[in-house]
């Protein structure tokens, strides 16, 4: 079978507004997605909220009860039945997450066994024929196929194949087809 | 630069003489290593004290202190000049592992970035030129050149390129070249 492998942080999990949210509530501001286009929530915030931002994403329950990005589980649901799906997350650089992101995973992705989960840091460590990442720096260490997942901090982003929600990643994967060709 | 996996558990960390010190403590015994040749400690057990030995692992503190494998930090920080180095351990079989072995790890490697731990299940995963492990079904899924680093319950396996200690490992890799040849 083909493999894909899956991040999680807005791929999966939407965990931008889960920022936006504690930013919001903590700064008395209302920021939305909107006026994110094109930038990371850590270009547009002042410099001292810096250690706030961080400190959000550290928390031990930040990543414990993330929601879901639409269509994430019926479409690999799908694509498990073709493709052997790996999810693959940037976990290192927030070591408090490692838990609330193996709880999450088992709570809403329960057909992907927990041998199928790669916490990791460099991407380039990954062996798969896909990748699905918003991180342009991801898909360009990866050394299969990479897919851009579209968000607000990626839009300006080009020379990716792009993916703008999870319809989309259906389409693409269903004009591939699942087995692999054995390569020499 | 080349790059080498390296296993966790049996490798650089001495799981199993914590888990036998637990077991004997627990059960009033006097197992040791020797009582082991070719078998896990899991196939001398007594079914009836299967799920105490799972318990054990499965205790907040089991990864928390594990003693380390002779020459693992001196071998790996020479490595670390001529190959990068990535820290590849099947964490998911048991997840309260995860912050015990991130921690330990910065304790005792503190020259191996975050960026560079890996912590997975199926080892097939790994897109890497080596990988050190002591489960033949590891070396078996890996897609590179596997070493089969000695513990008592592989001891009868063959057919690896076998290495018994960290000085053995220092010693095969003297003769490898540190930078990848690029395939076309």
Chains 1, 2 share one sequence.
């Not at 899956?6 to 507004?17: F, N, P």
């Not at 001292?48 to 930040?62: G, K, M, T």
């Not at 992907?112 to 990791?120: G, L």
Request: hydrophobic share 40%; proline share 6%; net charge negative.
């Amino acid at each position: 079978m083909r493999r894909i492998c899956v991040d999680m942080d807005e791929v999966m999990a939407d965990t931008l507004s889960e920022h936006i949210r504690r930013y919001n509530q903590t700064f008395d501001e209302e920021v939305t997605t909107e006026d994110l286009a094109g930038k990371g929530l850590w270009e547009i915030t002042p410099l001292d909220r810096q250690a706030q931002l961080r400190a959000f994403l550290d928390a031990e329950d930040f990543f414990e009860d993330l929601p879901l990005i639409p269509d994430a589980q019926a479409v690999l649901k799908d694509l498990s039945d073709r493709f052997e799906i790996f999810i693959a997350t940037q976990a290192m650089a927030v070591p408090n997450s490692l838990g609330p992101k193996y709880r999450w995973l088992q709570r809403h992705f329960p057909f992907i066994p927990p041998t199928h989960y790669v916490f990791c840091g460099n991407k380039s460590i990954l062996r798969a024929d896909y990748l699905i990442d918003d991180q342009p720096r991801n898909l360009m260490r990866f050394d299969g196929q990479g897919l851009l997942y579209t968000a607000p901090h990626n839009v300006a982003a080009t020379g990716f194949v792009r993916v703008n929600n999870w319809r989309e990643v259906a389409e693409y994967f269903a004009a591939v087809p699942g087995e692999a060709e054995e390569s020499a």
